[in-house]
């Protein structure tokens, strides 16, 4: 059974940092692209960053560009993202999304059920 | 990277059908035939439902179905039930990015 288990959200000042995971298990990890995608609360879907399966191809939102951090450790099957120099407005739910084939960008299949972000001073 | 332009809201009544549209650019849409739709329920995680414009993953129902013409995507409903009631949210690859619409909740009456 493929599982996502996401970690590491949190209270966090304005300017802070935060590094989120995500465990997985069921799947060849090491095999496919990965992404996280955040939902601010009653808000909808917003793309954050992706990483491709081997770490080399990375992308990230304009908006966290610089200041978030997507990697991987294949041989602990778990994907991070660093978080720095936090906004307000990145106050949201992150999951972590498996895409669909190997190369990561055609969609996403299986979801985990997010950990919790809250920016406040 | 601009969010996909999705209708706020849709309705209908069980059994009829709907689509739902999904506007986006020729950097995203327009290029590439990687548009993917998604149901979500309250408090609960995304599913995918159409991936790759218009495949469906194992499970899901034939009455879900998706297409594309130009910049513009749909998803369509039909045989409406009780239990499509949902948010649905359109997604694409825009190139080093994938770009998702701003969501429909789609009420059946």
């Known amino acids: 059974q493929v599982r996502l288990v996401e970690s590491g959200g949190g209270v966090v000042q304005p300017g802070g940092s935060l590094r989120l995971s995500c465990a997985a298990s069921?799947?060849?990890?090491?095999?496919?692209?990965l992404h996280w995608v955040r939902q601010a609360p009653g808000k909808g879907l917003e793309w954050v960053s992706f990483?491709?399966?081997?770490?080399?191809?990375?992308y990230h939102r304009d908006s966290v560009e610089g200041r978030f951090t997507i990697s991987r450790d294949n041989s602990k099957s778990t994907l991070y993202l660093q978080m720095n120099s936090l906004r307000r407005e990145d106050t949201a739910l992150y999951y972590c999304?498996?895409?669909?084939?190997?190369?990561?960008?055609?969609?996403?299949?299986?979801w985990g059920l997010g950990t919790m972000v809250t920016v406040s001073s | 990277q601009s969010a996909l332009t999705q209708p706020r809201s849709v309705s209908g009544s069980p059994g009829q059908s709907v689509s739902i549209s999904c506007t986006g650019t020729s950097r995203d849409i327009g290029t590439f035939d990687y548009v993917s739709w998604y149901q979500q329920y309250p408090g609960k995680p995304p599913k995918v439902m159409i991936y790759d414009v218009n495949k469906r993953p194992s499970g899901v129902p034939d009455r879900f179905s998706g297409s594309k013409s130009g910049n513009t995507a749909s998803l369509t409903i039909s045989g409406l039930q009780a239990e499509d009631e949902a948010d649905y949210y359109c997604c694409a690859y825009a190139g080093s990015a994938m770009v998702i619409g701003g969501g429909t909740k789609l009420t059946v009456l």
């Open positions: 999304t498996k895409g669909l084939g190997p190369w990561g960008l055609d969609a996403f299949d299986v």
């Open positions: 069921g799947f060849a990890f090491g095999s496919y692209g």
């Open positions: 990483i491709g399966y081997d770490g080399s191809e990375k």
